[in-house]
């Protein structure tokens, strides 16, 4: 909310600087997030007398003027284009070398072939409004000194406070007078309006029907004749247009004042357009419409809340009157409305129809009960004053009151507990009764009584702020931590940092990409947009970001495809991150050790690895080859090495399980000893690399870091140190070219026992002495006996292993 | 003075100056061959010694003995000698220009964001938080209701929310909220309730993880964050707890002399609510554009957890008390490393990555 400081005076003195009321606000929780100084944007711009005024020698619109700039300028001609100079004004001077707001800079310049020394300016021009017709006049006579940097003449301190979602109290100038004067000790100063009824009674020309109380729990109307309905006078109009208000008219900008005032929204109706005066507060109609006074035709439904006239809805209830009771320069009667409404249901429709106001702002927040009728009589009094209109006797409200005070009951000890702050019953009393709460008991039991403003206070706990807020939060003694500790629980991401920090170690690079991605995103993978898993939104920012990631490999190769199109096209990246997707139906493995809210969607960890091309640069001296397949089962394999875990096992993936962004040839299961999968990888099939515009070979790993993180182990248990030295033993092996290496291993670990440390494939052969179909590989072993000469048992499981090769993979052993 | 003993002395000279004259390892070794040897010289030359007198034979024998060490001795400094010279001439060979550049080995980094909020689980671990997770996609009832935000209330506006579809709105082209309220969730704060209900107090943990929130990208703002959440249940924690907890860790976080200011906030789900406020970082509280002129910079949101919470976590409010708190480690992260644009975080800029090393 804007507040102008001088609108602001009127309530309470303020003696306090802009800064330190700025401070003293926000440290009350009324937040003053920006200030305004008026006239920080004007340089060398003062307040100039109109001594002269004579036609342009050479141009029939523009005028030549002498103006009297004060004791540092003299007198200087200039150059003017505006129609309503007056000898006598008192205008704003732009000297030479003077700044306006836009950095718009003002110089002695040449017009017409006359020398002008600077520029006298509009109320657009110094930013204070919308009027560039003339030029902003300052007054007649002696109002302003002649010279006086104008800034100082006539800057307007404006604090943008943000009041909070509770404090629709304070959402006014009273309101926020009602804090300061609260903590300043100052007096405040409620507007106490006068009125003069006139003789016609208010009940002869007005009826007002609520249909639905819940929704409407007050409205209170009074009846204007003879409105001479004009513009509203300057000091208003620049208070509205300070406030951020735009002036209209009289009546209507008397509504927007008394709104900002005192918090109240109102709206005034043009009488003669309500057939017989008529009024009915009630929800719309399935069909009906209605045209606001912005010209938009607009159809309603029952959940709002409309004011009607027999037949039609003629306004938006506490949102925007329509414009057919829309008030004008030539309506003569009036119907003012001052009502409080569900704030809910205003809330609701304003954000269906995209019309959120000024009024259904306070409405949502909240209008204590003693408000409207006060705020009917203060416009009543200002619409008298500015457009001599007539005042029906009475008032029609359907809740006149009285309304009785919220009571709180609290306890003192209780409070002191929450807050860590001694108290007792005086000092509570002392505190809350500035802000205008009743204290009722004197020992730990209290009853308070709530001002009907302070919608907010229901709860002990919602007293207890208000004690810490008139006591100060500053002044609340901060204690270190203490207390009880709650028991140990292992940390659930600190399994997943470790998989993080084992392969930045290992060189490569860490992501974090949006889970929101393109449906578009996933075609170009070679997945399906529009399968039924995915979870999409229904109020997405784009369609870019419209549906969470079902799998990795979008993200990873997008991170690739942004780093080439940075001519980087060589990257080694990871992310571990969230993957999302829908399923009915009793829940997966997976699902069951996934995360849930519990509605059918799921989400898990997953590791996605992507490579393309060099680790390193090619460098003199050093083979630096591009990553492949191979570079990629490297990484995996040491991963699961530094966690511990037991190397995985790979195998071609069968073609319908296929992941279809992958190369058909070179696309493989990551699983465990038992031939469970938990993961894949693979080369990026060259067509998807061409959508992603990625050029080279890039190869991608995904894994299910739940099931990578399952087999790592708990407990690492020492093996002793053997007093053996080891065996090394080398065999060579020939197999049908079908059958996958992987088995050779597989079969050879399972063969060789326990006492098999290491296995290494160190050369693979094919040529015509191994025979058509054939292929040779050779196998360095690592065999750790337990005693020293006990090599018989090592050719004993040799022996197994070669029997095993022939037997199970019919494999010749050279 | 027997033929043998002349013979031995003609040996020695000769093969003295044989051995001085060899110039290389092989030469030494055929001398050793050759004078040394089974069939070598000096060993012909013994073989003489029947032939000597007994009363002579000892004093040859030693002459012999003596004869074969001197040379041993020559022939093994000859060689060490040798051996030095030619490994300085191999080492002189070897020399390689030492300012060429080294084999590349490729280090890796972590993200910023992440290595913050790994700095503030260890912070926090030292004052007895655990960690606790919960689900990104949430339901509006942990999100809002469960959190005192009924639905239609104006506090709703401090969470813009994306909504998840009912399924088959989307493709049917006409989109709407899922009819079972599941919604991304807008905060951690959700996290709280699950907590409460899953643990027994005393509850110290906090609650890392990735937001939405339905909100224009800028410099400052992005649809997709992460936060922080913080929580502390039990009989006694007061308010005057939160404040010290809070500038404790302003201090780790921005130094010893950082300046703090815990004032009056506005959360639905606690109450009292603050806010917390740290010198400006940029300015040092003079005011400057990065702290919109007031010197200070908010850098979380907190308070005693509100009642109808604790009632919602499975708690009576007239036992039980505590404080909660939420942190925006994206924004942290900014100001630990002078960062303009909070959209580096999202994507894989590796120009900005690589900035990190270890992430820190």
Redesign the interface.
């Known amino acids: 909310m804007r507040v102008p400081l001088s609108w602001l005076r009127e309530y309470v003195d303020v003696t306090l600087s802009p800064r330190e009321l700025?401070a003293e606000l926000?440290?009350?929780?009324m937040?003053?997030?920006?200030?305004e100084i008026g006239g920080e944007g004007w340089q060398n711009v003062v307040v100039g007398r109109v001594l002269h005024v004579e036609r342009h020698p050479n141009a029939d619109t523009l005028w030549l003027t002498r103006v009297d700039v004060g004791p540092a300028g003299g007198e200087l001609e200039i150059v003017c284009g505006a129609q309503n100079l007056e000898v006598g004004q008192l205008v704003p001077a732009a000297l030479p070398g003077a700044v306006l707001p836009g950095d718009r800079r003002i110089e002695r310049s040449k017009i017409r072939g006359v020398v002008s020394n600077g520029m006298l300016c509009s109320a657009v021009e110094l930013g204070l409004g919308p009027d560039a017709d003339g030029i902003h006049v300052l007054g007649h006579h002696d109002e302003l000194p002649v010279g006086q940097p104008l800034g100082e003449a006539i800057g307007e301190v404006v604090l943008d406070v943000d009041v909070?979602?509770?404090?629709g109290d304070a959402l006014s100038m009273v309101g926020l007078a009602r804090e300061i004067a609260a903590f300043t000790g100052a007096e405040l100063r409620v507007p106490e309006p006068q009125t003069v009824e006139g003789d016609v009674a208010v009940e002869d020309r007005v009826s007002v029907r609520i249909e639905d109380p819940e929704l409407c729990p007050r409205f209170t109307a009074l009846w204007f004749d003879d409105v001479a309905n004009g513009p509203s006078p300057d000091w208003m109009q620049q208070r509205l247009v300070a406030a951020g208000m735009r002036p209209i008219s009289a009546v209507v900008d008397v509504t927007n004042y008394v709104m900002h005032e005192l918090g109240q929204p109102q709206h005034a109706y043009d009488a003669d357009a309500i057939p017989g005066g008529e009024i009915v507060v009630r929800r719309a109609r399935a069909g009906e419409r209605l045209e606001t006074i912005d010209h938009v035709d607009r159809a309603l439904d029952e959940r709002m809340l409309v004011i009607a006239d027999r037949e039609r809805p003629i306004g938006l209830a506490g949102i925007m009157g329509g414009a057919s009771t829309e008030v004008s320069e030539s309506t003569k009667r009036v119907i003012l409305e001052s009502a409080i409404f569900h704030?809910?249901?205003i809330?609701?429709t304003a954000r269906r129809l995209g019309l959120r106001s000024e009024a259904s702002?306070r409405h949502?927040?909240g209008i204590g009960p003693d408000l409207p009728r006060l705020a009917a009589y203060r416009a009543a009094q200002l619409i008298q004053q500015i457009t001599g209109a007539t005042l029906a006797a009475g008032i029609v409200d359907n809740d006149p009151g009285p309304h009785p005070a919220r009571r709180v009951s609290v306890s003192v000890s209780?409070m002191e507990?929450?807050?860590?702050?001694p108290l007792d019953a005086g000092r509570v009393r002392q505190l809350l009764e500035p802000l205008e709460f009743g204290v009722m008991g004197d020992g730990d039991e209290l009853e308070i009584s709530v001002p009907s403003h302070r919608l907010d206070v229901a709860?002990?706990?919602?007293v207890?702020?208000e004690v810490?807020?008139a006591h100060g939060?500053?002044r609340?003694?901060?204690?270190?931590?203490?207390?009880?500790?709650?028991p140990?629980?292992t940390?659930?991401?600190?399994p997943r940092?470790r998989v993080?920090?084992v392969?930045?170690?290992?060189?490569?690079?860490?992501?974090?990409?949006?889970?929101?991605f393109d449906p578009d995103d996933l075609d170009r993978t070679g997945y399906d947009g529009?399968a039924?898993h995915l979870?999409?939104?229904?109020?997405?920012?784009s369609e870019a970001?419209?549906v969470?990631r079902p799998v990795m490999a979008p993200s990873l190769l997008?991170?690739?495809a942004?780093?080439a199109r940075?001519r980087?096209p060589d990257?080694?990246?990871f992310e571990v991150g969230?993957v999302?997707w829908?399923h009915d139906g009793p829940p997966t493995p997976r699902e069951r050790a996934s995360?849930?809210?519990?509605?059918g969607?799921y989400?898990a960890w997953e590791l996605g690895i992507a490579l393309n091309g060099r680790?390193?640069?090619v460098?003199?001296?050093?083979a630096?080859e591009p990553a492949d397949v191979a570079t990629l089962k490297g990484i995996v394999d040491a991963l699961h090495d530094a966690l511990g875990a037991p190397r995985p096992e790979y195998r071609a993936e069968e073609p319908d399980t296929r992941h279809p962004h992958r190369h058909p040839g070179r696309a493989g299961v990551i699983t465990d000893a038992q031939g469970r999968p938990y993961g894949s990888l693979g080369e990026v099939h060259p067509r998807v690399a061409e959508a992603w515009g990625l050029p080279g070979r890039p190869v991608d790993a995904t894994i299910d870091l739940h099931r990578l993180l399952e087999l790592v182990p708990q407990r690492i248990e020492a093996r002793p140190i053997p007093s053996a030295q080891p065996v090394d033993r080398d065999l060579a092996v020939v197999l049908d070219e079908t059958t996958p290496v992987g088995e050779l291993l597989r079969v050879t670990r399972m063969s060789a026992g326990p006492m098999l440390t290491e296995l290494t494939l160190f050369d693979v052969y094919r040529g015509e002495q191994i025979g058509e179909g054939k292929v040779s590989y050779a196998l360095s072993m690592r065999f750790q006996p337990d005693e020293a000469g006990d090599e018989k048992a090592v050719e004993k499981a040799l022996n197994k292993v070669r029997g095993s090769l022939r037997h199970h993979l019919g494999a010749e052993i050279r | 003075m027997s033929q043998l003993r002349t013979d031995l002395e003609s040996l020695r000279a000769d093969a003295r100056a044989r051995l001085d004259a060899a110039a290389s390892a092989d030469e030494l070794d055929a001398l050793r061959h050759e004078l040394l040897g089974r069939s070598g010289r000096l060993t012909a030359l013994l073989k003489q010694l029947g032939s000597v007198p007994a009363e002579e034979r000892p004093a040859i024998g030693q002459l012999a003995n003596e004869v074969r060490r001197e040379l041993e001795g020559v022939l093994e400094e000859r060689l060490a000698r040798l051996r030095d010279a030619d490994l300085d001439a191999r080492l002189a060979a070897e020399a390689i220009d030492m300012s060429?550049?080294g084999?590349?080995?490729?280090?890796?980094?972590?993200?910023p964001?992440?290595t913050l909020m790994?700095d503030l689980?260890e912070l926090f671990?030292a004052?007895?938080f655990?960690?606790?997770?919960?689900?990104?996609?949430?339901?509006e009832e942990?999100n809002f209701e469960l959190l005192n935000i009924?639905?239609?209330?104006?506090?709703r506006?401090?969470w813009d929310t994306?909504?998840?579809?009912?399924?088959g709105?989307?493709?049917a082209g006409e989109?709407?909220?899922?009819e079972?309220g599941?919604i991304?969730r807008t905060h951690t704060s959700p996290v709280q309730i699950r907590a409460m209900r899953a643990?027994e107090?005393?509850?110290?943990?906090i609650m890392?993880g990735?937001c939405?929130r339905?909100?224009?990208?800028d410099a400052s703002h992005g649809?997709?964050f992460f936060q922080v959440e913080g929580l502390v249940v039990?009989r006694?924690?007061?308010?005057?707890?939160l404040?010290?907890?809070?500038?404790?860790v302003a201090r780790a976080l921005y130094g010893r002399d950082v300046a703090t200011?815990?004032?009056?906030?506005?959360y639905?789900f606690t109450?009292?609510?603050?806010?917390f406020d740290i010198g400006c970082l940029v300015c040092g509280g003079d005011g400057c554009p990065a702290c919109?002129?007031?010197g200070w910079m908010t850098i979380l949101g907190a308070g005693?957890v509100?009642?109808r919470v604790l009632e919602a976590g499975g708690y009576d409010p007239?036992v039980y008390?505590g404080y909660a708190f939420g942190m925006g480690p994206d924004r942290m992260t900014m100001l630990r490393h002078g960062i303009g644009d909070i959209r580096l975080?999202?994507?894989?800029?590796?120009?900005f990555?690589?900035q990190f090393p270890?992430?820190r």
């Open positions: 700025t926000t440290m009350r929780g937040e003053v997030s920006d200030v909070k979602p509770n404090r704030g809910p249901t809330r609701n702002m949502e927040k209780r507990r929450l807050l860590g702050l709860l002990e706990a919602d207890a702020e810490a807020r939060y500053e609340i003694a901060g204690r270190l931590p203490r207390a009880e500790l709650p140990y629980r940390d659930p991401s600190e940092n993080r920090r392969l930045a170690g290992i060189g490569l690079d860490e992501v974090v990409t949006h889970a929101l529009s039924q979870i999409r939104l229904s109020n997405p920012l970001h419209s969470l997008s991170s690739l942004e780093n940075r980087r990257a080694w990246l969230k999302y829908m995360e849930t809210a519990g509605t969607r989400e680790p390193v640069p460098t003199a001296g050093a630096v | 060429a550049p084999r590349p080995i490729r280090v890796g980094h972590l993200h964001v992440l790994r689980r671990h004052y007895g655990e960690v606790f997770e919960g689900p990104e996609v949430e339901t942990y009924p639905p239609d209330h104006p506090s506006d401090l994306l909504y998840v579809a009912e399924p709105s989307v493709e989109p709407r909220p899922a079972d599941t991304l643990l107090p005393p509850i110290r943990v890392p990735r939405f339905y909100e224009a990208v649809f997709e039990d006694d924690t007061t308010m005057a707890d404040k010290g907890l809070l500038e404790e200011r815990f004032r009056p906030g506005y639905p109450e009292p609510s603050v806010a919109k002129r007031s005693m509100h009642p007239a008390q975080f999202f994507g894989a800029d590796l120009r990555i690589t270890e992430g």
